[in-house]
């Protein structure tokens, strides 16, 4: 006897839906915005935002060239980004370096925004992960292995140590104490000689040069660093000594490399030997350097609008902030 089977039904027809017209009214609701949020309302109408806002910043900072900045056009952009791109393109040009707004910019964000909410002036510091960061010049690695890292931690030491060996015979760098000088040191030891901007490199990383370029890496958010005339020139005169001191840096880093087992071998006389012992290092190949080079100091510089007459106010840069 077969087996009992379910028989199959075929499956009715589905209906097949009517495509109808969408009405004008629906068309208008769909693509219509939805109000803006209370807050956002509020900061446009008292103009902490948007257009006004930008426009009293140009003003402020540059009110020579105001009008063109606010007129200003680029191919590819609206005009809002081709007037921030604008302003700070001079920023950049007479004041300090920035981030641009193609680093930052997206497409669903008021480019205006990228400046009023705060100076997005560059953050040249040292975050967590540039201590552990090998691939940089000959003479960076150099003086980074004298100095003792923030951290402390040995091991990346000794991988810094170990990747030199190509540059420096080992002899040399065992005469370095695991984890390197502590700034302090390093300071009491080189300061006012040919090998000051060691000592500066000390500094720069570990945050301690006293300049917010140097000072604070790009995972670091700045709170109030607002478009005022006191917080720019104070901006302006901290990155001149930033300039310089990288120069400085920059030109012992050079002198470094044109002959590592030599030159790094009289960098360790002078940062191993106890203070107030005598030497010459007060004189020598890196002396342009220690003078700030031809970027660096108060010597030939041409006013900006960033500038005016008086003091800039010495008003010390917020305090870091963890992002």
Do not use: K
């Amino acid at each position: 006897m077969p087996a009992n089977r379910t028989s199959a039904r075929p499956a009715a027809p589905r209906p097949v839906a009517t495509p109808r017209p969408v009405g004008p009214l629906a068309l208008a609701a769909a693509l219509r915005r939805p109000p803006p949020l209370p807050t956002s309302l509020a900061s446009l109408l008292d103009g902490r935002s948007g257009a006004p806002a930008f426009r009293r910043i140009v003003e402020a900072i540059f009110p020579a060239h105001a009008p063109t900045i606010l007129t200003a056009e680029r191919p590819g952009t609206d005009r809002r980004a081709a007037r921030v791109a604008a302003f700070l393109a001079r920023v950049e040009a007479e004041c300090f370096p920035v981030y641009t707004l193609d680093d930052w910019y997206a497409d669903d964000e008021d480019p205006y925004d990228f400046v009023t909410r705060g100076i997005p002036f560059q953050r040249l510091g040292w975050g967590e992960e540039d201590y552990h960061e090998l691939d940089r010049r000959d003479g960076h690695r150099l003086l980074f292995a004298l100095c003792r890292q923030p951290y402390d931690d040995a091991g990346a030491h000794l991988a810094l140590l170990e990747s030199l060996e190509p540059l420096v015979p080992l002899d040399t760098l065992l005469r370095l104490p695991l984890g390197g000088l502590p700034a302090e040191t390093i300071h009491a030891r080189l300061d006012g000689g040919r090998f000051t901007a060691a000592a500066e490199f000390a500094d720069w990383i570990w945050g301690a040069t006293g300049t917010a370029f140097l000072d604070y890496d790009d995972t670091v958010e700045i709170y109030d660093a607002d478009w005022t005339r006191g917080i720019v020139d104070e901006l302006v005169a901290q990155w001149r000594r930033a300039d310089a001191m990288l120069r400085r840096i920059d030109d012992l880093a050079g002198w470094l490399e044109t002959d590592p087992p030599a030159r790094f071998g009289e960098l360790l006389d002078a940062a191993l030997r106890e203070a107030g012992a005598s030497g010459d290092d007060a004189d020598g190949a890196t002396g342009d350097a220690r003078d700030g080079g031809d970027g660096g100091g108060d010597d030939g510089h041409i006013a900006t609008d960033c500038e005016h007459d008086g003091d800039a106010g010495g008003r010390p840069l917020p305090a870091r902030h963890a992002a």
